[in-house]
C-alpha cells in the first residue's frame, strides 16, 4: 500500500469529508449505545435529537451552547491557520469572564451602550493579553506555544478558583464560591423573550463573517495565510512574521475572551468555576471539524451543540450517561482528521 | 571481482523494453539498453527526461509496467534491490548515504555484518577494504570519521561500498554535482581504472561536458526515449545538445558593456556562527551598475552567508555594507526590497515561493503591502490577478492558471515566476543564488538570457552559482569562497575552470605560477 499527495482537493470531497466523518462516528457510538444501554439505537438518537431541535426550548438552549462554541472554535481556527497552536482558549474565555465580573458588578456604573462595549472591550483583551506571553515567548525563545497555552488553562482556572473564595466571592451567594451578579446595564439582551438565548449569538455570526472576511482579503489576512504556510518564505519575502504572529495570538486570544464575557453577561449572569464544560477544548474540535474555515466553524459549532445539548436529554430518558455526547465529539474528531488525511492523499494499493 | 575470474559474459546489462508510467506521465517508454564488460556509458537527459526512474528500475526501487533486467544474463526479479545488490549492481547515489560520526570501514560494512560475533567478521572485512582499495587505489583510510573526509572522499568511499558488496556494475546518479573540478577529474580517472579492470559504469549526468570527457558511449533520453546511442568520439556538445532538448540550443552571449558606478560595496564584512566560527571572514567585494560578478566555491564556504547578508535575512557581525553610495542600517528582507534589489533565493520551495498558495499571490509576496495591491488593508485583487498575468505572459510561466496552487509548477517555472516577481521591482541590484540549479536545459538558457539582459540594461549582478561553465559564460568578473574568505575579484579573461577548482580547494591563485 502507498500514500500519494493529491495535486488538487476536490472541492465535493472537502464538504463531504466532514459529513462522512460524523456519519462513521455516529455508526461507532451506535455500537457503544447497544453496549452501554441495550437501548434501540434508533431511540436514542432520535431523543437526541429531539432533544436538541425538538422545541422552540430546545433550538434556542442549542443555539445558546453553540454561542461560546463559536467565537472559541474561531480563536482555534484563526490560530491553527498562521500554525500557531492555541491550547488555551478554555483559560482566556475566563480571564475574558473575570474582567466581565471584576468590571460589570458595581464597581463602575454607566448606562447600557456605554458598559456592554466596554466589558467586551475588556473582556477581549484580557483574552489577549493572556494569549500575549506564550506569543512572545515561542517567537523570542522557540518556546513551544502548546506547553505554554495549556499551563496557563490550570493557571487562570486556580486563579479564578481562588478570586471566587476570596475578593470576588459574593456577599449575598450563601457562601457559594460565585461572583455576584452583573449589573443590569452590562447584561446582554436576550433573542427570546423568557429564553435563554441571548444577543451573543449574533455577534458570534457577524464575527465569523468578519474573520472570513479578514482572512480572504485583507492583506493581513494574506501574511496570516503566508506566516502559516510557510514562515521561511515569508521571512524572506519581508513579511514580518513575527509580528504577524503577535497579532495572531491577540486576535485569538481575543475572541475566546469574548466567548467568557458572553457566557457571564449574557447567560449566567455570574461567574463559577463550572462557566464553561471546557467550551475552550472544544473550540480546538469545533476548528478541525471546519478545516479551519471561520463559516465552517459556524455549521461545525452548531453540530457540537446538538451532539451536547442532545445528550443531555437522552441521558434524562434513557440509562446512557451523557458523557456519550464526549465520546462522540471525540471519535468524529478522530474520524475528521482521517478523512482531511483521505482527501489530501491517494491510497494505491499494489 | 577479480579480472582472473571466471569469463563474463560480453554484455554485462541489459534492459529490454523498459516502460514505466506514473498516471499519464510515460517516465520510460519502450527503453532498450546494453553496458559491455569494462565500458563507461552516459545517461545523458533533461530533468524529467526519465533518467532517474530508469536507474530506480535497474536498482529495484521501482517496478517497470513492462520490460526487463538483465545482469549477467540472468533476468533480475523486479522490485527487489537486494538482487539487484547480488546480482553484482552497485548504486552511488548524488547524495551521500554515509554516516558521518561512524568511521570509513564501518560505513563500508554496515548492512554486511553478521549479528553473532561481528568483530570477527571486523578483521576480514578490514583486510579485504585495504586489499580492495589497494588493489584498485582507492586510497582511504579505514578508521577516519567520515565527517573529516572532504566531498571527493567521500565519493570514493561511496564507491568502495558498492565494491566491497562485490559490485561489477556501478550505477553513478549525477556524481559530480558536489565536487570540484579537480575532484571530478579525480572521479573520472578512478571510473577508467576501474574500467581498466573489468567493471562497468553507468553515468547519469545532464552536463555535456562531463560525458563527453569520461564515457565510452552516450544514450540521450528525451521525454521518457532513447533518442540515440552514438560512440563518443564520434559526436559532439553541439548534436548532444540537440539530441536532448529537441532543437538547437542557443549559447548565452555577453556582449561587451563599460560597467558604471559601484552598486554594492562590502567592506571587510565579517559574520559569526554558533561558537564563533567566522562563517564570513573579512569580505571585501564591489559590484558594478552593469556587470555580472561571478561568486564560486564548493558550497558552504560562504556564499549562503553573503546572499542571506546582501537578502536582508542575515546581519553581520562586523564590517560596512554600502547600496547605492548608501551605508545600510535598516536591515532586513523589507528593506532590500524597498531599494529595488531582485533576490533569488537558494532554494525556490523552501524559501523563493509558498507551495500552498496561489500562483498570483505568490507573484505579489513580495510587495503585498504596496499601494498598488493594497487599500486601506484591504487586498486589491484584481490588480493583483492582472498583474499576476502581466509576469506570467512576459515570464512565459507555463501554470494551469493563476489561481492553482504553485507547487503543481515544475521548478523551471517556478524559477521564472520568481524573476517575474523581482524583476517587477525594477531592481538595481539582483542577487541570484543558485539561479540555474535543477532547472532543464531550456530554462537555464532562458534564466542566463535573463540576467543577462538586466546587465545590459545597466543593473548589477551578484551571480552564486556551482556550475562554473554558467559563471565563466555569464560572468564580467569572478571571485572565489574558500572557508569565509573572498578572494579579489578577477576579470573574466584571467580565469580558467582549472585556476577556479585550485582556488574552490583553497591554493592561492599566485602558487599557480605558469601553470595556471
Redesign the interface.
Known amino acids: 500500500m502507498r500514500l500519494e499527495r493529491r ?2 482537493t476536490p472541492l465535493l470531497w472537502s464538504v463531504l469529508a466532514p459529513a462522512l466523518a460524523i456519519v462513521v462516528s455516529l455508526l461507532v457510538c451506535a455500537l457503544l449505545i447497544l453496549a452501554w444501554g441495550g437501548v434501540m439505537v434508533g431511540d436514542a438518537y432520535l431523543l437526541m435529537l429531539k432533544g436538541a431541535l425538538g422545541s422552540v426550548f430546545a433550538v434556542t438552549e442549542t443555539l445558546a451552547r453553540a454561542t461560546p462554541l463559536i467565537l472559541t472554535g474561531l480563536a482555534a481556527a484563526f490560530a491553527f491557520r498562521a500554525k500557531f497552536w492555541n491550547i488555551g482558549a478554555e483559560g482566556q474565555l475566563y480571564a475574558g469572564a473575570v474582567v466581565t465580573v471584576v468590571l460589570g458588578t458595581g464597581w463602575i456604573s454607566l448606562p447600557a451602550p456605554l458598559m456592554m462595549p466596554l466589558l467586551m472591550g475588556a473582556g477581549a483583551l484580557a483574552g489577549a493579553l493572556m494569549l500575549l506571553g506564550p506569543a512572545f515567548l515561542k517567537v523570542r525563545f522557540g518556546v513551544d506555544e502548546v506547553v505554554t497555552t495549556l499551563l496557563g488553562n490550570f493557571i487562570m482556572l486556580l486563579f479564578v478558583s481562588m478570586m471566587l473564595e476570596g475578593p470576588l466571592k459574593d456577599p449575598m451567594g450563601l457562601g457559594w464560591p460565585q461572583s455576584a451578579p452583573v449589573l443590569d446595564t452590562a447584561a446582554w439582551p436576550k433573542l427570546i423573550a423568557g429564553k435563554r438565548l441571548h444577543a451573543g449569538l449574533l455577534l458570534a455570526l457577524a464575527l465569523a463573517a468578519l474573520v472570513w472576511f479578514v482572512n480572504a ?7 496570516v ?2 506566516v502559516g ?2 514562515p ?9 512574521v513575527e509580528r504577524v504572529m503577535l497579532q495572531v495570538a491577540m486576535v485569538s486570544g481575543g475572541l475566546a475572551g469574548l466567548a467568557g464575557v458572553g457566557e457571564v453577561a449574557g447567560l449566567k449572569g455570574n461567574l463559577t468555576l463550572d462557566l464553561s464544560p471546557g467550551f475552550g477544548y472544544a473550540g480546538i474540535v469545533v476548528a478541525m471539524l471546519a478545516q479551519l474555515h471561520p463559516l465552517g466553524v459556524v455549521v461545525s459549532a452548531l453540530f457540537i451543540a446538538i451532539v451536547f445539548v442532545g445528550a443531555d436529554a437522552m441521558s434524562r430518558a434513557v440509562a446512557i450517561s451523557s458523557y456519550l455526547a464526549n465520546v462522540i465529539v471525540a471519535t468524529s474528531l478522530l474520524f475528521m482528521l482521517v478523512a482531511v488525511f483521505l482527501i489530501q492523499y491517494r491510497v494505491r494499493l499494489r | 571481482m577479480s579480472p582472473t575470474a571466471a569469463p563474463e559474459p560480453e554484455v554485462v546489462l541489459r534492459l529490454r523494453g523498459i516502460t514505466k508510467r506514473f498516471g499519464a506521465l510515460t517516465a520510460n517508454d519502450d527503453i532498450n539498453l546494453e553496458l559491455r564488460r569494462g565500458e563507461i556509458v552516459a545517461l545523458l537527459g533533461e530533468n524529467g527526461a526519465g533518467k532517474t526512474t530508469l536507474m530506480n528500475i535497474i536498482f529495484g526501487h521501482y517496478q517497470a509496467d513492462a520490460g526487463a533486467v538483465e545482469v549477467f544474463g540472468e533476468r533480475l526479479p523486479p522490485g527487489h534491490p537486494a538482487a539487484a545488490i547480488a546480482a553484482g549492481v552497485g548504486m552511488v547515489h548524488q547524495h551521500f548515504t554515509l554516516a558521518d560520526n561512524l568511521s570509513v570501514l564501518e560505513n563500508v560494512v554496515v548492512g554486511t555484518e553478521p549479528s553473532w560475533r561481528p568483530w570477527q567478521a571486523r578483521k576480514a572485512a578490514r583486510r579485504k577494504l585495504t586489499e580492495l582499495a589497494g588493489r584498485l587505489g582507492l586510497e582511504a583510510d579505514p578508521d577516519a570519521p567520515i565527517g573529516e573526509l572532504s566531498v571527493g572522499q567521500r565519493q570514493r568511499v561511496e564507491i568502495l561500498k558498492a565494491l566491497y558488496r562485490d559490485a561489477r556494475i556501478l550505477i553513478l546518479d549525477e556524481p559530480t554535482a558536489v565536487l570540484t573540478p579537480q575532484e571530478t577529474e579525480a572521479l573520472f580517472a578512478t571510473l577508467r581504472h576501474l574500467t581498466e579492470r573489468g567493471l562497468s559504469a553507468l553515468f547519469i549526468s545532464h552536463k555535456m561536458s562531463e560525458v563527453l570527457a569520461v564515457s565510452d558511449r552516450v544514450v540521450v533520453l528525451r521525454d521518457g526515449r532513447v533518442m540515440a546511442s552514438r560512440e563518443t568520439a564520434t559526436t559532439d556538445r553541439g548534436e548532444l545538445a540537440e539530441l536532448m532538448v529537441g532543437r538547437p540550443l542557443r549559447e548565452p552571449k555577453r556582449q561587451p558593456r563599460a560597467p558604471g558606478e559601484p552598486v554594492l560595496e562590502l567592506t571587510e564584512v565579517s559574520l559569526e556562527g554558533a561558537a564563533g566560527r567566522l562563517l564570513l571572514d573579512g569580505v571585501s567585494l564591489e559590484v558594478l551598475a552593469g556587470e555580472i560578478l561571478g561568486i564560486a566555491g564548493v558550497s558552504g564556504n560562504g556564499q549562503t552567508e553573503l546572499a542571506g547578508l546582501v537578502a536582508g535575512t542575515l546581519r553581520a557581525s562586523a564590517g560596512r555594507l554600502k547600496l547605492f553610495g548608501q551605508p545600510v542600517t535598516v536591515e532586513g528582507p523589507e528593506a532590500m526590497i524597498e531599494r529595488q534589489v531582485a533576490r533569488i533565493p537558494e532554494d525556490r520551495l523552501a524559501e523563493g515561493v509558498i507551495g500552498d498558495m496561489t500562483v498570483w499571490e505568490n507573484a505579489i509576496l513580495e510587495r503585498y503591502r504596496s499601494r498598488k495591491f493594497s487599500h486601506h488593508g484591504l487586498l486589491r485583487r484584481r490588480a493583483a490577478w492582472s498583474d499576476a498575468a502581466r509576469i506570467i505572459e512576459s515570464f512565459d510561466v507555463r501554470c494551469p492558471s493563476a489561481q492553482a496552487r504553485i507547487r503543481l509548477l515544475s521548478g523551471g517555472n517556478i524559477q521564472k515566476l520568481i524573476l517575474g516577481r523581482v524583476f517587477a521591482l525594477d531592481p538595481r541590484l539582483i542577487l541570484a543564488n543558485q539561479p540555474t540549479r535543477g532547472l532543464d536545459v531550456g530554462a537555464v538558457a532562458y534564466v542566463q538570457e535573463r540576467l543577462l539582459a538586466a546587465r545590459e540594461e545597466g543593473a548589477a549582478v551578484i551571480l552564486i552559482s556551482e556550475d562554473l561553465d554558467e559563471l565563466m559564460a555569464l560572468s564580467d568578473r569572478v571571485a572565489v569562497f574558500y572557508r569565509g574568505r573572498l578572494s579579489a575579484a578577477m576579470p573574466r579573461e584571467e580565469v580558467t575552470i582549472r585556476k577556479l577548482g585550485l582556488m574552490m580547494a583553497g591554493h592561492d591563485p599566485g602558487e599557480l605560477g605558469d601553470a595556471a
Request: glycine share 10%.
Open positions: 495535486e488538487e482579503r485583507t492583506t493581513f489576512g494574506f501574511a495565510r503566508a504556510a510557510n521561511k518564505a515569508a521571512a524572506f519575502a519581508g513579511i514580518p
